[in-house]
Nanobody, 127 residues
Framework: QVQLVESGGGLVQAGGSLRLSCAAS????????MGWFRQAPGKEREFVAA????????YYGDSVKGRFTISRDNAKNMVYLQMNSLKPEDTAVYYC????????????????????WGQGTQVTVSS
């Protein structure tokens, strides 16, 4: 059973930065793709970023391209989301997810591709 625990959320002013972390346990971390999604109040969950098992391939949502960077450290079973130039519209609960069964491809932007989810961490960006 894979368990994911996010951390690093908080309150930040617009233009600032935050780094989210996701610690994975169980399973073979280096074998599966990882993703970050977010959900703002009253909105559907939205794809943010995904990274292949090797870290060599990534996808980003259009709203975060050029501002956010996803990375992973397979030796530490960690995945990260560096968020720069934050905007009030980035305010949401951010979720880490693991895709244990599917190949990493363009479908990795869809939440139904992911098998395990963390509990989420709140990010609030003030204007």
């Amino acid at each position: 059973q894979v368990q994911l625990v996010e951390s690093g959320g908080g309150l930040v002013q617009a233009g600032g930065s935050l780094r989210l972390s996701c610690a994975a346990s169980g399973g073979t971390f280096s074998s599966y793709a990882m993703g970050w999604f977010r959900q703002a109040p009253g909105k559907e969950r939205e794809f943010v970023a995904a990274i292949s098992w090797s870290g060599r391939s990534t996808y980003y949502g259009d709203s975060v391209k050029g501002r956010f960077t996803i990375s992973r450290d397979n030796a530490k079973n960690m995945v990260y989301l560096q968020m720069n130039s934050l905007k009030p519209e980035d305010t949401a609960v951010y979720y880490c997810a693991a895709d244990y069964t599917s190949a990493f491809n363009s479908r990795s932007v869809y939440e139904h591709e992911y098998d395990y989810w963390g509990q989420g961490t709140q990010v609030t960006v003030s204007s």
